[in-house]
């Protein structure tokens, strides 16, 4: 299992589809358990009825696990995705 905490900075474009479904299917790409805590939630980032109780604002700080065959790329790719 791989964490890593995380600050969200997700520049929304308002032509582009919103932050959570992107989220979600990046989330998606990856065969690993990908799970988000904040505070006291912690959600299947794969799952967009999670995504959306989660309710993810500017500068949260998140904390990320992966668990799975592609871990590191996991994590990697969400940390790309959450700072652009």
Do not use: H
Request: hydrophobic share 45%; aromatic share 4%.
């Amino acid at each position: 299992m791989t964490t890593k905490k995380m600050v969200v900075n997700i520049k929304e474009d308002p032509e582009a589809r919103p932050p959570i479904a992107m989220f979600v299917q990046v989330a998606s790409q990856y065969e690993s358990r990908i799970y988000l805590e904040l505070e006291d939630k912690k959600i299947n980032a794969k799952s967009i009825m999670g995504m959306m109780s989660l309710a993810l604002e500017q500068g949260d700080e998140l904390l990320v696990s992966c668990d799975g065959v592609d871990e590191k790329s996991a994590i990697e790719g969400i940390a790309d995705f959450l700072q652009a």
